[in-house]
């Protein structure tokens, strides 16, 4: 049972245009949400983080929306590059300090 | 600053052979984690210690595995013995405490035939 599920595997976008990334939860105790960029053969890296008492978080072209009720985070990449092509792991969380993650979704930005 | 360390980056090793894996945290860090990736199950936790006091355990598979981490600078994830489906990315990650990020490490491939 995922407590964090990723229901799109891949997402394809034009470069420039806006990347959606969705990530839902299960757990209404989650109190930190975290995104995390894959490249292969690296290891995931830190890209945008969220606490639960806020709805938005912005950082250059990447921008995290929370919401509690829908228990529905999304990533938004504008404009979308090239170089934005990776996997990317939305994480929450819990009461015991741990990060759960969810399964991933495949951005490829083209041309 | 270095990050965190794992080793070996790729193994391959036959079905029923013991297979450890090893890690170095970032220094200062006081949490160490293990994750395995794979297709169907993303980024699985499998273990973390904190203080090098294992936490939580629940996530390790089956008594086939078990961790250690006998000081603040190194741990391992030992197989024993391995199955195909073992076959996976296993990740270490550290981080200091509170609800900081997790540095991630490069990731130990492991093909078991």
């Known amino acids: 049972d995922q407590q964090v599920k990723q229901n799109s595997p891949s997402l394809s976008v034009q470069e420039g245009r806006i990347s959606i990334l969705n990530c839902d939860y299960t757990?209404?105790?989650?109190?930190?949400f975290l995104w995390y960029k894959k490249y292969p053969a690296e290891g995931p890296t830190f890209l945008i983080s969220?606490?639960?008492?806020?709805d938005k978080n912005e950082d250059g072209r990447f921008t995290v929306f929370l919401n509690k009720s829908a228990k529905h985070l999304s990533l938004h990449i504008v404009p979308s590059q090239p170089g934005d092509s990776a996997v990317y792991f939305c994480?929450?969380?819990?009461?015991?300090?741990?990060?759960?993650f969810g399964t991933g979704t495949r951005l490829q930005v083209f041309p | 600053d270095a990050g965190v360390i794992q080793s070996p980056r790729h193994e391959v090793t036959e079905m029923g052979q013991e297979v450890t894996l090893r890690c170095k945290p970032i220094?200062?860090?006081?949490?160490l984690f293990w994750y395995r990736q794979t297709m169907m199950r993303g980024l699985e936790l499998l273990i973390y210690?904190?203080?090098?006091?294992?936490?939580?355990d629940s996530g390790m598979p089956e008594d086939r595995f078990s961790a250690k981490m006998p000081n603040a600078s190194f741990s391992t994830l030992k197989i024993q013995p391995s199955e195909p489906r073992d076959s996976a990315v296993y990740f270490c990650?550290?981080?200091?405490?509170?609800?900081?990020?997790?540095?991630f490490g490069e990731g130990s491939r492991l093909t078991v035939l």
């Open positions: 220094s200062g860090h006081n949490s």
């Open positions: 969220i606490s639960s008492i806020k």
């Open positions: 990650a550290s981080r200091t405490g509170g609800p900081g990020e997790l540095f």
């Open positions: 757990n209404s105790m989650f109190d930190y």
């Open positions: 994480a929450a969380r819990d009461n015991t300090d741990k990060l759960i």
């Open positions: 210690f904190n203080n090098n006091v294992p936490i939580d």
